[in-house]
């Protein structure tokens, strides 16, 4: 069954990205990406690449900071390279979330605390969400006239409205033993006990609500640093897209990543080619400006990969898969 989900995902990820590819002229596409070598355009791609390292250490330090309140005291170095190993994982895993798996195994080796490297990057995945979503939200207030209908805005709202209202509840006491107990009927693939460990584990930083305050910082400032890579790779394409139409472009093309599918593949570039559209960019130029959101990242994760060869105490990838199962 889970390799039939997998397969799934596969067809309907390189099926949607072929569809698109071939509707927006494959050699326009080539002829848009082949700008990187004229004028500046290579100067821009590497800074492309540049910011989104700064995004992978701004994620990094905020990971930290829910570490070590579960008292796991590991380097900012240290959890920059597991970002970077989970990069290289992500091109090649069946899932959006494999990137998040790895991690969980690599702090699970270096601390064996299970709930708490699990919990640590559940809250950090949210807290990130909750920071795409505002980014979303706010843009759309000033690029609102792009669109005949709020759908967008209303949902962006729902959903961070629902993070915000979690948390609170998970680190209010009386709300927290009535979740509990509704979870604990839950026996179905113990997914209850698993809500509730994670609950649990929010619910010890109850006094520490200042950590959520800059977790939710430096994940508004990795996704504005992604929002910045997006727009050296704008002028190193020479494709004419307006920054702060960009705000919009990037948290919401990441939330549509988020739903089942080969890394993102198919449900990205056809998230650029609906919004970017919607301002005349060709297809074929938002297609372009798509892959490089998966060529810079795949370029990052080749450090990851020679970190991952560096470390002695290889991975097991079917222990990774097992964890993926697990939650």
Same mark, same amino acid.
């Given at each position: 069954?889970?390799?039939?989900?997998?397969?799934?995902?596969?067809?309907?990820?390189?099926?949607?990205?072929?569809?698109?590819?071939?509707?927006?002229?494959?050699?326009?596409?080539?002829?848009?990406?082949?700008?990187?070598?004229?004028?500046?355009?290579?100067?821009?791609?590497?800074?492309?690449?540049?910011?989104?390292?700064?995004?992978?250490?701004?994620?990094?330090?905020?990971?930290?900071?829910?570490?070590?309140?579960?008292?796991?005291?590991?380097?900012?170095?240290?959890?920059?390279?597991?970002?970077?190993?989970?990069?290289?994982?992500?091109?090649?895993?069946?899932?959006?979330?494999?990137?998040?798996?790895?991690?969980?195994?690599?702090?699970?080796?270096?601390?064996?605390?299970?709930?708490?490297?699990?919990?640590?990057?559940?809250?950090?995945?949210?807290?990130?969400?909750?920071?795409?979503?505002?980014?979303?939200?706010?843009?759309?207030?000033?690029?609102?006239?792009?669109?005949?209908?709020?759908?967008?805005?209303?949902?962006?709202?729902?959903?961070?409205?629902?993070?915000?209202?979690?948390?609170? &509840?998970?680190?209010?006491?009386?709300?927290?033993?009535?979740?509990?107990?509704?979870?604990?009927?839950?026996?179905?693939?113990?997914?209850?006990?698993?809500?509730?460990?994670?609950?649990?584990?929010?619910?010890?930083?109850?006094?520490?609500?200042?950590?959520?305050?800059?977790?939710?910082?430096?994940?508004?400032?990795?996704?504005?640093?992604?929002?910045?890579?997006?727009?050296?790779?704008?002028?190193?394409?020479?494709?004419?897209?307006?920054?702060?139409? &960009?705000?919009?472009?990037?948290?919401?093309?990441?939330?549509?990543?988020?739903?089942?599918?080969?890394?993102?593949?198919?449900?990205?570039?056809?998230?650029?080619?609906?919004?970017?559209?919607?301002?005349?960019?060709?297809?074929?130029?938002?297609?372009?400006?798509?892959?490089?959101?998966?060529?810079?990242?795949?370029?990052?994760?080749?450090?990851?990969?020679?970190?991952?060869?560096?470390?002695?105490?290889?991975?097991?990838?079917?222990?990774?898969?097992?964890?993926?199962?697990?939650?």
């Amino acid at each position: 069954m889970h390799h039939l989900k997998t397969v799934a995902k596969a067809v309907i990820s390189i099926g949607l990205f072929s569809f698109l590819v071939y509707t927006s002229d494959p050699q326009q596409i080539l002829n848009i990406l082949g700008n990187i070598y004229s004028n500046n355009g290579l100067i821009y791609f590497l800074l492309a690449v540049a910011t989104s390292i700064l995004s992978v250490f701004l994620m990094s330090l905020r990971w930290k900071i829910i570490l070590d309140h579960y008292n796991i005291k590991l380097r900012v170095s240290r959890l920059f390279g597991f970002y970077l190993v989970g990069l290289f994982f992500n091109n090649f895993l069946p899932t959006s979330i494999g990137g998040d798996i790895v991690r969980i195994y690599k702090v699970i080796g270096d601390s064996d605390e299970r709930t708490a490297s699990f919990s640590s990057v559940i809250i950090e995945r949210l807290v990130g969400i909750a920071a795409t979503l505002f980014l979303s939200i706010t843009s759309l207030y000033y690029v609102s006239h792009y669109f005949k209908d709020d759908r967008i805005l209303y949902t962006s709202i729902i959903l961070f409205s629902l993070i915000v209202v979690f948390f609170f &509840l998970i680190t209010r006491n009386r709300p927290f033993e009535f979740l509990l107990k509704i979870f604990d009927k839950v026996t179905v693939l113990n997914i209850g006990e698993k809500i509730n460990k994670l609950m649990e584990a929010i619910h010890l930083l109850r006094e520490k609500r200042r950590i959520f305050v800059w977790m939710f910082l430096l994940s508004v400032l990795a996704q504005i640093a992604i929002v910045f890579m997006n727009y050296a790779a704008v002028l190193a394409l020479d494709i004419e897209v307006d920054l702060l139409y &960009l705000f919009l472009v990037v948290p919401v093309t990441f939330m549509i990543t988020m739903l089942p599918s080969i890394n993102g593949v198919g449900l990205r570039d056809g998230g650029f080619v609906f919004l970017l559209g919607k301002i005349g960019v060709s297809g074929a130029a938002a297609i372009s400006l798509s892959f490089m959101n998966v060529l810079i990242p795949m370029i990052i994760s080749l450090w990851g990969a020679l970190l991952f060869l560096i470390q002695r105490k290889k991975s097991n990838l079917n222990k990774v898969e097992n964890i993926e199962k697990d939650i």
